[in-house]
């Protein structure tokens, strides 16, 4: 890529973040509230919907270039069926909204989009590993594609609960897997993520460091839908051995915190599906932490996995299996720090 493509594609990222910004001050206006409940951090209501501009600029930025970049496509089927998906899943989740619809509706919908992705070819045939090489799937491959996607949409969506957490982890993934992309040529998966990225970048100055719009299940889900999505791209990069890691590296603080919550409330016999503020983002706020240092902690932890990623694909063979592991390490340092905070402002069994 010359410098003066790579120039233009900024410009053009540019102007879409613009594109996320007016319609997110559209969406301000339009005055969809967020009532707080028990599972709130915020204490007023609050509007929400500012998802809507990162869709709108990420939609109107792969429109340009189905018509514009051959180059840029996926193969035909895989195109249509994973952006239609993603539509879907944005569509579903402005409506819950509006409507504040069931969990088990959500899923549903989330499942169907999985499918319909899956459905055009888009799922993890093989994994190509150190001294070993490529390993077909079968079967495995579909259910392991459509598992990974289903959690990390939900990932993003339960992690949205604190001002620029979400938009801003989302915004450093999408610019270091666009980098890793460029470097690879895989170019559907570089111009897709600097198209979210923009959309992000429009909305995240109305999010952060004071939120005047959240951007809701319509912004997190689909941000989630579609860098897991582009986890299963990326895990086809031929010249990277076990470039299925990438995505959940660079996503490594938002499905540390999900996973272990899940399973510690799955140990006490707490209803997964039931709103709580046990994340331990919340935890971390509700034991005194100021919420801006938590948002800019997990941005921190986005960006550690994308500069391990960068050190993963220089690695040679024999290293990578250890490299992803490193990350537990800051999670794991997180996690006490947060268990110390929760004793010591009494929280109990949070």
């Known amino acids: 890529m010359t410098l003066f493509a790579f120039l233009r594609h900024l410009a053009f990222a540019a102007a879409l973040a613009l594109v996320s910004a007016m319609v997110v001050a559209a969406m301000l206006s339009a005055r969809v509230m967020d009532v707080p409940n028990a599972r709130s951090s915020h204490a007023r209501p609050t509007p929400k919907g500012g998802g809507v501009g990162i869709v709108v600029a990420f939609m109107l930025g792969v429109t340009v270039l189905y018509g514009y970049a051959d180059f840029s496509r996926l193969a035909e089927p895989y195109f249509r069926g994973v952006i239609g998906a993603a539509l879907a899943i944005a569509v579903v989740a402005f409506l819950d909204d509006l409507k504040d619809w069931p969990f088990a509706v959500k899923l549903a919908a989330q499942t169907l989009a999985a499918l319909a992705a899956a459905g ?21 491959g579909l259910v392991l594609t459509l598992a990974w996607v ?24 999408c610019l270091f897997l666009a980098w890793l992309a460029g470097t690879q040529g895989a170019w559907f998966v570089y111009f897709a993520a600097l198209l979210l990225a923009a959309g992000l970048a429009g909305f995240l100055p109305f999010n952060f460091p004071r939120a005047r719009i959240f951007m809701g299940d319509v912004g997190s889900q689909f941000c989630g839908f579609v860098l897991a999505v582009l986890g299963v791209a990326a895990a086809r990069f031929e010249r990277i051995e076990m470039s299925f890691v990438l995505v959940p590296c660079l996503l490594n603080g938002v499905l540390f915190d999900v996973a272990f919550t899940l399973v510690r409330r799955a140990f006490a016999g707490a209803r997964l599906t039931e709103a709580h503020r046990g994340h331990l983002y919340q935890v971390a706020q509700r034991a005194g932490m100021d919420a801006r240092l938590v948002a800019v902690i997990h941005w921190g932890f986005a960006a550690l996995g994308g500069l391990l990623c960068l050190w993963f694909v220089a690695a040679p063979s024999g290293l990578k299996p250890l490299l992803p592991p490193l990350l537990l390490v800051p999670q794991l340092a997180w996690l006490l720090l947060v268990a110390r905070r929760a004793r010591r402002a009494g929280l109990g069994r949070w």
Not at 120 to 140: E, F, H, I, K
């Open 120 to 140: 055009t070819g888009l799922y993890l045939r093989s994994v190509n590993l150190p001294y070993v090489g490529p390993v077909a799937l079968g079967w495995a």
């Open 150 to 173: 289903l959690f990390a949409t939900n990932a993003m969506n339960f992690i949205d609960g604190l001002d620029g957490l979400a938009a801003g982890t989302a915004l450093v993934a």
